[in-house]
């Protein structure tokens, strides 16, 4: 046009016209007239700039790669049979995330509540808010198994669209298609988040893939897939844990000992009780004791059953380890009358009665034992952070005599603003809704000055409990 | 009047976040002294602060008016008076004799006062003897401003373009000050934005000579403006920074062919803030004219924006147009813009939204036609890929052809709502690069 181009004027542009001169002099004289250098270059850069402006092109790059099962129309197809949750649940789960209902640690328990009843129904998560679920639960590990069934096709293909640029949603890909080999692969870490998310939708499928990884994988490796089987133990998950009771690795040990804690069908639990038989006795028929020998310790096989490092408090493992069932059995009493039991202490080892309420506290959190948590709250053996985890163990939604009981502890303590708080985002998801109105008695009584702490506390908790009730409804 | 369902009340919403807390605010607890007339609602909203919010909106506009210190428009408490009333099936309680009743009729009053003055002016002008004074004296420092900056220039090209970039802001600022002393706002405004365009790119150069051959070319047009025809004039008028009131627009629009009636469907809307000026940029396309312009909102300070006109909405009504081409700027002329069309016209589709080579012919056409606009509208069937680093995304047709997505985009969001196969997008091809601002989505247009 004007016998330059755009990168010869750039170069000399850059440089300045001082130093450097516009090639092509006599061209550029023509077209522009007999001006200055600077002069021409701002001519030039005018005309060839709005040229370039004008002519910008697109890249030309590979043409957009098929969807993934992509033939005749079957993704879209399967897109549209996706229920997306209704509207008003959908706001709820914004306030939710938006954080406008409170710290991410005080709702996690209602979004799980809000996940799991729209993985109940088959429903997903609306596109608009995939990609905030997908990094609060990149962020939260538990909420990762909830997440991954509702997150549809759209948050299935957004979390594996660029595993390279957000390695972080690795957990979220369609865990189940992953063969053993492929989990090899992996990072440590994005390897338990997988187990983690298929545990959630196909168990059994999980615990296969446990299975053929087990020899393959380190100690601590062994150890972190054991803990991804925590959701959803149940009987089929013993045979393994049964074998890992003799692994090289103490912390495996541990860890299946943990999860065998809470299956009392088990063998583990069985035994556990059958060297308990020998040494539990009942005293007085008015006014009845309870004795405990020092029982035999454990030798050969038995070491099995002992976590590592605890040879001090074999009586609290093995208490820990019996089924509940089988003390209500053996003493013929229900569970409260077991716990208010006045323990001899003369009758075992010192401090025997430490260790067998702390077992017992250990067994109801782990078989998940309301009638036996609810009576163990009061045992002065406790520390205040074992009852605030005897209470936060009990899986909700409670039944009207457990909330009342835990609700009623709460209100004896000498200190409850510290404890609501402590409980609060587990109180919200757990309390059944007829139980707001005691919460809301209370709040009542509550002067906002004497107990400013408490005051808030207990206004969050209904503010939480009536946003779990609005879900339930939002999703009746 | 038609009433606001909540979805349009949803749509008033600047972002997410406003949204969601003007819905936790959306209920009685936080209210008083509430009430509602055809066309005005009020109340008390208590806030974080000892004196609550006096609230008022028009529906007429709508427009909303707040005491409180948000930035946002509408803010939150404005949105969630809004969302009470349409939960409330078009009522609020408590009655027409309250203080807050009295601060939203002096509001709404003063609003229609002021939305009444062009007509005033128009029928008591000024003395036009000092008007005209008025102009020469700003055409002769404007002039004066616009032969310095030609100095500048050709002084910044001597010494070399690589040289500027190795000075402070101040130098920049310094320059942009006299183009402001010399009454050419928009050049100033250019001259202080380009060291932060040019920090951190490797195409730096390219940037640095395309915008200053731009001034440029403004500066040289400038001395031959009396030969511009009407609508040179008017891009250059924008670019400089004297684009013509609204008034001045207004009259003599219709003799001049300059309102167009038609149904609007408003395609997309871009918002920036710098911390002087808010700008708000609607993009408009007339279902029977098929003509794409663009609607400009400011707000310098504490000003608030209008309330925005919903994408994917339909807006019937006349518009008057600048005069100016290629990219060509609108306001609405009606008495009441933001009424919703006649029912029957159906969702709010996107036309013309192909492949980048089929729609690139039109984008070069109005850049030919005004080589001033920064932003031109472009509707594309592309989705989004994010690319490594921010701003390394891209906006990919079907073909494969792709632009660089806008670099104040996150490329995740948009990812999330549009998925893995091309939908119409509606966006500003920006710079080289493509900032979506609404796509097709289910048969509706929606904002992205």
Known sequence: MIGLTWGELKVAVTVGTERRALPGGAALAAA?????????????????????????????????????DDDDGAEEMAEAEET??????????????????????????????????????????????????????????????LVAPVLGRRGRWLAGCRPDARPEWRWATGGPARTAEELLTLEPAERLAVVRALRAADPGGARERVETLWSQVDAPGRAGLLGALAHGLGPDDEPLLERALGDRSGPVRAAAIRLLEGLPGSARAVRCADRLAPVVRLQGRFRPTLSVARPAPPEGDDRRDEPPSSEAHWLRTLAAGAPLA???????????????????????????????????????SAQRNPAWAVALLDRPELTAQHR?????????????????????????????????????????AALPAPAADRVSAWLGRVAKDDDPSLHRSLRHLLQLLSTRISIAEAFS | MARLTREQVEKLAPDASSLTAARKLARPGPWSDTGATDALLWGKCQGSGRTPY?????????????????????????????????????????????????????????????????????????????????????????????????????????????????????????????????????LAARVRALPGRLAGRADWADVALTETGRWYAAVRAWARRDGLGPDDQGNLRAFVGWAASAEEIRAGAAAEGRLLDDAWVVEGAHRTDDGRLQTRRTW????????????????AGPEVLAVPQVVGSVVTGPVVVWPGSGVRRAQFAGPAPGSP?????????????????????????RLAANPFADQVPVAVRAVVAAGDTADGSWVV????????????VDPWPVMARIGPTPVPLFGELDDGTVRPLAAELGGELVAL
Request: neutral net charge; proline residues 10%; aromatic residues 6%.
């Open chain 1, 84 to 145: 997306v949750a209704p509207d008003r649940a959908v706001q709820l789960l914004e306030l939710l995330l938006g954080g406008n209902l409170g710290r991410p640690a005080a709702v996690q328990p209602l979004i799980a509540v809000w996940l799991a009843a729209a993985a109940e129904r088959a429903m997903v998560l609306p596109h608009h808010l995939v990609l905030a679920a997908l990094d609060r639960a990149t962020a939260d590990r538990e909420l990762q198994p």
């Open chain 1, 326 to 364: 089988w003390w209500e059995r053996t003493l013929g009493l229900p569970p409260e009358r077991i716990v208010g039991l006045r323990l001899d202490a003369a009758s075992g080892p010192p401090g025997w009665e430490t260790d067998v309420v702390g077992g017992w506290a250990r067994a109801a």
């Open chain 2, 54 to 186: 006096q609230v008022s909106v028009d529906l007429t506009g709508p427009a909303v008016k707040c005491t409180c210190p948000s930035r946002k428009f509408p803010c939150k408490h404005g949105l969630a008076l809004l969302l009470l009333w349409t939960a409330n099936g078009g009522e609020l309680a408590s009655g027409l004799e309250s203080e807050s009743a009295r601060a939203a009729a002096t509001w709404a009053a003063g609003r229609a006062g002021r939305a009444e003055t062009p007509a005033r002016s128009r029928t008591e002008p000024a003395d036009p003897a000092a008007q005209a004074r008025r102009r020469e004296q700003r055409l002769v420092l404007m002039t004066a401003g616009a032969a310095e900056l030609e100095t500048w220039l050709g002084d910044l090209y001597r010494q070399g373009l690589a040289a500027a970039r190795q000075q402070p802001y101040a130098y920049w600022d310094a320059a942009a000050a006299r183009l402001v002393d010399s009454q050419l706002p928009g």
């Open chain 2, 341 to 365: 069309a006649p029912g029957g016209s159906g969702p709010a589709r996107l036309v013309g939204a192909g492949r980048f080579e089929a729609v690139f012919d039109e984008a070069a056409a």
């Open chain 2, 397 to 408: 047709d079907e073909a494969g052809c792709r632009l660089p997505l806008a670099p104040d």
């Open chain 2, 284 to 299: 408009i396309r007339g279902t029977a004219t098929g003509e794409r312009l663009v609607v400009l909102d400011f707000a």
């Open chain 1, 388 to 428: 605030l985890e005897l209470v936060q163990a009990l899986p909700g939604p409670w039944s009207p005599a457990t909330a009342d009981a835990v609700l009623a502890w709460f209100e004896r303590q000498t200190k409850p603003g510290f404890v609501v708080d402590a409980a609060t985002a587990h109180l919200a």
């Open chain 1, 32 to 68: 522009l007239g007999p001006l200055p250098p600077e002069q021409q270059a701002l001519h030039a850069a005018a005309l060839l700039g709005a040229a370039r402006r004008a002519g910008l092109r697109p890249t030309p790059g590979p043409p957009l790669p098929p969807l993934p």
